[in-house]
């Protein structure tokens, strides 16, 4: 399949996991597993296409408040999936990135997401970025703070306060906005999800369950995209 044009971003809430898992008198843990399933055939499918940066919602700030069973049970396959696609990740030149607030994670997920940080820094062809205890709300009040000490030490001015500015103070700096962001499972909604820059992103739904959602599935929604036209607000 040849397109006419990829986004240069994509972005995925990955939703449907636990609604898979129900479907088949499964726990929802096993909706979970395979998702990450889902993920890697995604990763494939990204880069076969050559497009730079992929970004999945993995957990979000408000997660948290899932049955402790759960949450343990995301922490640990986080850990698992690190630890099993680091060489494929290394040999493939692709960046692991996390977005979020990681002084949340365990100490030893911390420490797992920290070291795949530093082993795949040199990452060329593709820049993965997992949202993990991510929160946009949150991501943007955390901006602004810095943005108001920096004010006030003086250190920029606040005439300097532009959009290019403040994306440099979000946990999304140096990435660029993403041009496409899916979301699986029919919900059609951001739940607080790169509020900021999605500005312009177009929103592709589907009702596929995220487990079910493999490479056909993507190139489906890049199929849908290409059809959009972009004015970014222009004519
Ligand atoms: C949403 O489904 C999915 C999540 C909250 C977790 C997404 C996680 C994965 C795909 C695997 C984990 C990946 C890593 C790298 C840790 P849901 O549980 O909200 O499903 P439901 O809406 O059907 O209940």
Partial sequence: MIFKNLPGHIAIIMDGNGRWAKKRNLDRIYGHAEGIKSLKSVVKGVMYYKIKYLTAYAFSSENWQRPEEEVDYLMDLLEQYIEIELPYLIKNKIRLNFIGNLEKLPEKSKTAVLRAVDKTKNGSELTLTLAISYGSKEEILNAVR???????????????????????????????????????????????????????????????????????????ALKNYEKRSRRFGKT
């Fill in 146 to 220: 810095k943005i108001s000490e920096d004010v006030k030490k003086k250190s920029i001015d606040l005439n300097d306060i532009n959009s290019q500015l403040f994306s440099n103070y979000l946990y999304t700096a140096g990435i660029p906005d993403p041009d496409l962001i899916i979301r699986t499972s029919g919900e059609e909604r951001m739940s607080n999800f790169m509020l900021y820059q999605a500005a312009y992103a177009e929103l592709y739904f589907t009702k596929t369950l995220w487990p079910d959602f493999r490479r056909k599935n993507l190139i489906i």
